[in-house]
């Protein structure tokens, strides 16, 4: 039986905190899906013990067994959804139409120019989102930025403490719950940073965090988790390139020139 169908029929038997998590399953399976148990009892707000409990009552021994048999159920809502072998192409086609009328060009406007007015600038990204802050860094460096990518989380608090002052740093997410990431902006030194959340979920605790959220999250249509993860890491390039290309209709004759060497110590840390 599926995981929705489980779920719906026990329904009234599950206390007020264990129906928050079965609307959040219900209604973001992709989400619960990808979320570490620690991670999704933090965002409903309820305890580790309340979310192993509301898995036993769906007749799961662990929360891993629960995820493998959620991703079973994801994977076959795709497979009934399926029309021809082009869909997956004509979904990410139809993704980049949807980013291009939901983005803020404003936005883009802003970050641009923060990042030109910027002394240095980082890219943060773990675990899917990773691949993300890589891309970044490798095109703002091309376009003649002082960048780096950093993807090691227990190294992210001593970035902020030895970053130069008056730096940008572009936060990539895809749910906006990495808790390594949201204890180091917590205690960045904000006078001297701008975050830049580019960001699957705008109401997640990165983005209350953050200075200003692009969000990159796709369209409202059901995917499952490896479709969903390189649509977002797709629209967070696309938003990332947007921003170079802002940034490269400023005047280069009143660019600040960078020496690299001054920050050998941040690009240690990113190793």
Known sequence: MKISN??????????????????????????????????????????????????????????????????????DVI??????????????????????QHISTNQIKEVAKKIND???????????????????NLDLRVAGINSCAYCTANSMVTIFHQSPKNSVFLIFSRLGETNEIIQAISIADR???????????????????????IDCSHSEKEYDLSTSTFIIFLNQVLISRM???????????????????SHRSLMEIAK
């Open 79 to 100: 497979k009934e959804k399926t029309e021809h072998k082009y869909e997956t192409l004509d979904n990410y086609i139809d993704e980049i139409k949807y980013l291009q």
């Open 118 to 136: 910027a002394y240095f600038v980082g890219c943060i990204g773990v675990t899917y989102s990773a691949q993300s802050a890589q891309f970044s």
């Open 191 to 213: 006078k001297d940073i701008t975050i830049v959340a580019i960001c699957g979920n705008p109401n997640s605790r990165i983005a209350k965090l953050s200075d200003i959220v």
């Open 243 to 261: 921003i170079i290309q802002e940034y490269q209709n400023f005047d280069y004759n009143n660019r600040r020139k960078y020496v690299y060497d």
């Open 6 to 75: 489980l779920i719906t029929n026990s329904y009234n038997t599950f206390t007020k905190s264990e129906k928050k998590i079965a609307d959040f399953i219900l209604t973001k399976p992709t989400s619960a899906y990808a979320s570490k148990l620690s991670d999704l009892a933090q965002y409903l707000n309820c305890g580790e013990a309340t979310v192993i409990r509301f898995i036993k009552k769906c007749g799961y021994t662990s929360f891993k067994n629960f995820q493998y048999d959620l991703s079973n159920d994801l994977n």
